[in-house]
C-alpha cells in the first residue's frame, strides 16, 4: 500500500484469499483472510477454516469523506464472526457435492469443447491434475464448474469484482462443518468426512426465521454430505470415493412465532393462506433440479396435543403434499412418513432409536448412495439380500444417489440431528460394503467406528445449533439412547436456558448482521437505516416489493425440464444448458498450481511431524480403541460402555503418562517370576551384583524348591518370553539367524576399522556375508561400496503391477489367482 506523503509501497497485511468488498456509506473495504487451518482432506484437495480476517478501508485517507453512521454499520458488519465455522478450499468446489463433482469430471472432454470454446478463458481448476490430459503433449485440462449459490456466504461481496478480475482470486466460502476423522482398519486409513452447507437464502435465527418466503426458500436449510475414501489412495481417479446427502430444514409454508410474549415456546401462526401449496411447490421443484427423486420427507414434529401447537404445522404440511402429489406422475411422487418422535421417546415400551433405523433402512435403500467404482467381485459372488434392494441408479463407473431425504421437526435441531445421525449410520454401513471393509452392510452401536461417527454427528449438531438457535444440542443421542449420565441433565438446562437468553436479547442484532452481510439490505443516503426498519420481512419476500413477472401454474407447478429427467438430478445431466457452466483450462501438468504433493506434505514449510493433518485429525485407533493389550483391534468389534480410549486418553496429563508408561514398558526386561517379585525391590538397593549362576544374598529369603518345582519355574519365565519376543531364547539359533548375525557382525568390524591397508579379505567368510570394499582415501572416517542385491525377474513385475495398479490401471486376473480366489470362498462360505 502507499500514502500521500510518504515514498514507495509497505506491506499492509499478508493474506490467503480475498472474501470480498463491501461499502456502507462511504468507500470500500477489502476482507482479506489472515489466518487458517486446515480442517479436511478429499483426494490431496485441502479445505480449510477461516481463523481469523482483517478489514482494509482502499480510499486513500486524503480523499476520504467522513459518514456519522459508517461506524456503526461496520461494527454490525463485523458482528458476523468469519472466523466462526467458514470454509474455503482453492481447488474443491464446496458448493457441490462430491457426486456432482465426480460426475462433472466424467464428462467427455471433446463436449465440454465443442460447448465452451467461444467461452473459454483462464479459468482455476476444481480438480487439480485429476483433469484429462491431452493427446500428444503434457498438458492437462481442468474442469471447473460455476459455483451453487445458495451455499456461498460471500457471493454479494464478491458480485462487483466477478467480471472485473482474473477467476483465480474468486474464492469462494461456505457456512456450516466441516469435520474429517480416521478409521483405522487392521492399518488401512478411511477417512470419514462431513460436510453441512448452509443456505444463504433466507438465513437468520430461530424464531426470527421460521418456515419459507416468497421464493420457496426454507429457514435453517442445511445440506449435510457425508464422505467416506480409502485413505490408502488420494486420487479422484484410482482412488475409491462415496458419499451420501440429506437436507435439513424448515417446514415450507408461510408461518412464524411471536417472540413479543417472552414464552418459551411461542404459538405457531399462518402468516398467508396458501390453498394451491405455492411456496410449497417452488422448493420441492428446487430440490428435484438439485436431488432428484424420490423426495422423502421425515415430519418429527408432534402429531397429538392436548393444545394444538406443533399439529398446525403437520396438518398443513400433508395438505399441501397431498395436493402437490395428485398432479405429479406416479412414480415421482413425494414420500411423506410422519412420526411423532416426543410421544415415542416418552413411552418406556418403546424404543427410539430402533424405529429410527427401519426407517433408515427404507430411506437409504431407495435413494441409494454415490460410490465411484463397481460393485466388488466378491459381492456378486455371495450377494447380500439388503444390497440386492438398494435403489439409486448403476452406472458403469459405480453407483449415484437419486433423491433425498427431508428431515424436519420445528427447529430442526435437537431431534432432526438424532434422525439424520441415524440415517447416515445405516448409509453408512452400505459405503463400507461398497468399498470391501465389512462383510454385512450392518453397523452396531458400541463400536468404534460408530462411536466415532456418533461423535462427528454431535460435533455436527452442537455447532448448526450454535449458529441457528444459539446454544448447543439439549438432547443428544445417548439421550435417547437412554444412557446419559445424570450429569447430562444439568447440561440439558444450561444449554435451555442459553437458548432461551439468546433468543430473548442477541437475535436481533444477529439476524441484522446477516442481513447486512449478505446482502439483503445495502445501506443508502436518503432511505432509512438498518436499525430503523421495524422488521425485515420486506427484505426477504421480495413480493412484497414488487408483482412478479409471471405467476406458475397451479397445476403443472414444476419446471419441464426437470421432470423430463427424473430420477437423474436434472443438475447433473448432460445438456445444453449445464456444459455452458462448465470451462475449461489447460495447466502444464508440473505446474505449481497442481502439484497435489507440494499442497499435502508443503516441503517449502518448516513442519513437524505432530502438526501434520493427516497424522493430528481424531483416529479411531488412538482415541476410541480400548487400550487393554490383546483386545480385537477391528473398529467393527462391540465394545463395553467403558472400554474407550477417550476415558484412558481424555486429557494432555493423562496422554503423556500414558505415553511414558508405553515407553518404560518398551524398554523393560521380560516379567520375572512370582518369586522374583517379592524381593525386585530390594534388587536396586546393592551395588555389587553377584556373578551368573551364584546364589544371591537377599534380605528376603528365597523359597527353596525342588527339582520338579523348578521346571515350572522355567516354564512360567519362558512362557512370557514367547508371547513378547516370539522366540524363547534357550532355543539354538537356525541357520538363517546365524547367517544373518554374522553379517551384521562383519558389517559393525568393517565399520570400526581405520586403516585402509590393514583390511584383509576374511577367507573364513561364509558366501552370505557381505563384504565391504574402502573406497575412500581417508582412513578416519572411510567410505564403504556396496553392491545392491539382485531382484529376480519375479519381484519385479510385481513391483511393476503396483505401480499400475495405484495410477488405476488393473492387471487381469490369471487363472491360477482366480481359482485360488473360488477355493477360498468355497471353503470359508459355502
Avoid at 404445522?313 to 416426543?342: K, R
Avoid at 443516503?525 to 412478479?548: A, I, S
Amino acid at each position: 500500500m502507499g500514502q500521500k506523503g510518504s515514498s514507495g509501497l509497505f506491506r499492509a497485511v499478508s493474506a490467503f484469499g480475498v472474501v470480498g468488498f463491501v461499502r456502507f456509506l462511504e468507500g470500500y473495504y477489502i476482507v482479506l483472510i489472515t489466518k487458517r487451518r486446515k480442517m479436511a482432506d478429499i483426494g490431496g484437495h485441502a479445505i480449510y477454516k477461516i481463523e481469523d480476517t482483517n478489514m482494509i478501508y482502499i480510499p486513500n485517507d486524503s480523499v476520504r469523506v467522513t459518514h456519522p453512521d459508517e461506524a456503526r454499520y461496520l461494527r454490525i458488519f463485523q458482528n458476523v464472526d468469519l472466523s466462526s465455522n467458514f470454509y474455503f478450499s482453492y481447488s474443491y468446489d464446496l458448493s457441490h457435492s462430491l457426486q456432482y463433482n465426480l460426475t462433472v469430471l466424467r464428462m467427455p472432454l471433446e463436449m465440454l469443447k465443442s460447448e465452451t470454446t467461444q467461452n473459454r478463458q483462464e479459468s482455476f481448476d476444481i480438480f487439480e491434475d485429476e483433469g484429462l490430459i491431452t493427446q500428444g503433449g503434457s498438458g492437462v485440462f481442468g474442469i471447473c464448474s460455476e459455483p451453487y449459490m445458495k451455499y456461498v456466504w460471500n457471493g454479494e461481496l464478491l458480485d462487483i469484482i466477478k467480471n472485473a478480475v482474473h477467476r483465480d482470486w474468486l474464492l469462494y466460502i461456505i457456512h456450516g462443518f466441516c469435520g474429517q476423522s480416521k478409521l483405522l482398519i487392521y492399518g488401512r486409513p478411511v477417512y470419514v468426512t462431513l460436510i453441512a452447507r448452509r443456505s444463504s437464502k433466507f438465513a437468520g435465527t430461530r424464531f426470527l426465521k421460521r418456515g419459507a418466503n416468497c421464493e420457496g426458500d426454507v429457514a435453517n436449510e442445511v445440506e449435510t454430505e457425508q464422505i467416506l475414501c480409502d485413505a490408502s489412495v488420494m486420487s479422484f481417479t484410482a482412488g475409491s470415493y462415496s458419499s451420501y446427502v440429506q437436507v435439513r430444514g424448515s417446514v415450507p409454508l408461510y408461518w412464524s412465532q411471536d417472540i413479543s410474549t417472552m414464552m418459551p415456546k411461542p404459538p405457531i401462526t399462518l402468516d398467508q393462506a396458501d390453498p394451491f401449496a405455492h411456496v410449497a411447490a417452488l422448493h420441492f421443484d428446487q430440490m428435484f433440479q438439485r436431488f432428484g427423486s424420490p423426495i422423502i420427507i421425515l415430519n418429527l414434529v408432534k402429531e397429538r396435543e392436548k393444545r394444538k401447537h406443533e399439529r398446525i404445522l403437520s396438518e398443513e404440511l400433508v395438505a399441501a403434499v397431498t395436493y402437490l402429489n395428485q398432479f405429479l406422475p406416479p412414480e415421482h411422487t413425494i414420500v411423506y412418513i410422519p412420526w411423532d418422535m416426543a410421544k415415542y421417546t416418552k413411552s418406556k415400551l418403546c424404543n427410539v432409536l430402533d424405529r429410527l433405523n427401519v426407517i433408515a433402512e427404507s430411506v437409504v435403500k431407495k435413494t441409494g448412495f454415490f460410490v465411484n467404482r463397481p460393485d466388488s467381485y466378491c459381492s456378486i459372488l455371495r450377494p447380500d439380500e439388503k444390497w440386492n434392494e438398494l435403489g439409486g441408479c448403476v452406472i458403469p463407473t459405480g453407483r449415484l444417489q437419486t433423491g433425498i431425504l427431508r428431515t424436519n421437526c420445528v427447529d430442526c435441531l435437537d431431534r432432526t440431528n438424532t434422525a439424520q445421525f441415524m440415517v447416515g449410520k445405516c448409509a453408512l454401513a452400505y459405503q463400507l460394503y461398497s468399498l470391501g471393509l465389512i462383510d454385512k452392510p450392518n453397523l452396531q452401536f458400541d463400536t468404534d467406528a460408530v462411536r466415532l461417527f456418533e461423535e462427528l454427528y454431535e460435533d455436527h449438531g452442537d455447532t448448526l445449533s450454535l449458529q441457528y438457535g444459539g446454544s448447543q444440542l439439549v438432547h443428544r443421542v445417548k439421550t435417547y439412547r437412554k444412557i446419559a449420565p445424570w450429569t447430562q441433565h444439568s447440561k440439558d438446562i444450561m444449554q435451555t436456558l442459553s437458548r432461551y437468553y439468546s433468543n430473548a436479547f442477541s437475535d436481533a442484532d444477529r439476524q441484522d448482521s446477516i442481513n447486512l452481510f449478505l446482502g439483503v439490505f445495502h445501506p443508502t443516503e436518503g432511505k432509512p437505516h438498518l436499525w430503523e426498519l421495524p422488521t425485515d420481512f420486506y427484505l426477504h419476500h421480495k413480493n412484497t416489493m414488487r408483482l412478479l413477472p409471471t405467476r406458475r401454474s397451479y397445476t403443472y407447478w414444476w419446471t419441464p425440464e426437470v421432470i423430463k429427467h427424473l430420477p437423474l438430478p436434472y443438475d447433473e445431466v448432460i445438456c445444453a444448458a449445464n456444459l455452458k457452466k462448465l470451462i475449461v483450462k489447460t495447466f502444464h501438468k508440473y505446474e505449481e498450481e497442481i502439484d497435489i504433493h507440494n499442497e499435502f506434505f508443503r516441503p517449502y514449510e518448516l513442519s513437524s511431524f505432530d502438526d501434520t493433518f493427516c497424522l493430528a485429525m481424531t483416529s479411531s485407533a488412538r482415541d476410541f480403541m480400548p487400550k487393554t493389550v490383546g483386545i480385537d483391534p477391528s473398529p467393527f468389534t462391540v465394545r463395553k460402555p467403558d472400554e474407550t480410549g477417550k476415558s484412558v486418553l481424555g486429557n494432555k496429563s493423562n496422554r503423556e503418562e500414558a505415553v511414558l508408561q508405553r515407553k518404560t514398558a518398551a524398554s523393560a526386561p521380560p516379567p520375572p517370576s512370582e518369586e522374583a517379585m517379592s524381593s525386585s525391590s530390594e534388587d536396586d538397593s546393592g551395588t555389587d551384583r553377584e556373578e551368573e549362576g551364584s546364589v544371591s544374598q537377599r534380605s528376603t529369603p528365597v523359597k527353596m524348591t525342588d527339582s520338579g518345582d523348578s521346571a515350572k519355574v522355567t516354564e512360567n519365565v519362558a512362557q512370557p518370553m514367547k508371547e513378547l519376543y516370539g522366540i524363547n531364547l534357550s532355543d539354538g539359533l537356525s541357520e538363517e539367524d546365524f547367517s544373518i548375525y554374522s553379517r551384521f557382525v562383519q558389517l559393525g568390524q568393517s565399520q570400526h576399522k581405520q586403516d585402509k591397508n590393514s583390511q584383509q579379505p576374511c577367507s573364513r567368510c561364509s558366501d552370505g556375508v557381505i563384504k565391504l570394499t574402502p573406497i575412500s582415501a581417508f582412513s578416519q572416517d572411510n567410505i564403504y561400496e556396496v553392491q545392491p542385491p539382485r531382484v529376480d525377474r519375479k519381484s519385479t513385475d510385481i513391483f511393476q503391477a503396483h505401480i499400475q495398479a495405484s495410477q488405476g490401471i488393473m492387471q487381469p486376473l490369471g487363472k491360477e489367482d482366480a481359482s485360488m480366489y473360488r477355493e477360498y470362498i468355497r471353503n470359508r462360505y459355502l
